[in-house]
């Protein structure tokens, strides 16, 4: 998750001062599904966690899929970054910073 959370960190502050930009959203776009694929493949929790890791997992999937239709989308970084605000929530992670 720290991939992610980083890869959107070094995004947020063009996406509030003017937006992405068409080739900054696929490369975050394909940032996220990256990750989120790796941790698909490499994670291993408890059920419930399970579960809660898939939920965020799947928001950040759908916002990525929406970034690459359109970088602008109000289901793009927004979705990225409820799901990114919801972690710590979900998650103790001693190493966790929260975005920008």
């Not at 776009?29 to 490499?42: D, H, K, R, T, W």
């Not at 994670?43 to 890791?53: F, I, K, S, Y």
């Amino acid at each position: 998750m720290a991939r992610v959370r980083n890869a959107v960190a070094a995004n947020v502050p063009d996406y509030r001062q003017r937006g992405l930009s068409g080739e900054q959203a696929t490369a975050l776009a394909s940032e996220i599904e990256q990750s989120v694929g790796y941790l698909f493949a490499n994670c291993q929790l408890e059920p419930a966690a399970d579960a809660a890791l898939h939920g965020l997992l799947a928001q950040l999937l759908q916002g990525a899929a929406a970034l690459r239709r359109d970088p602008a989308a109000d289901d793009g970084m927004p979705s990225v970054l409820a799901a990114l605000a919801s972690y710590p929530r979900l998650f103790l992670d001693t190493q966790w910073r929260t975005l920008p």
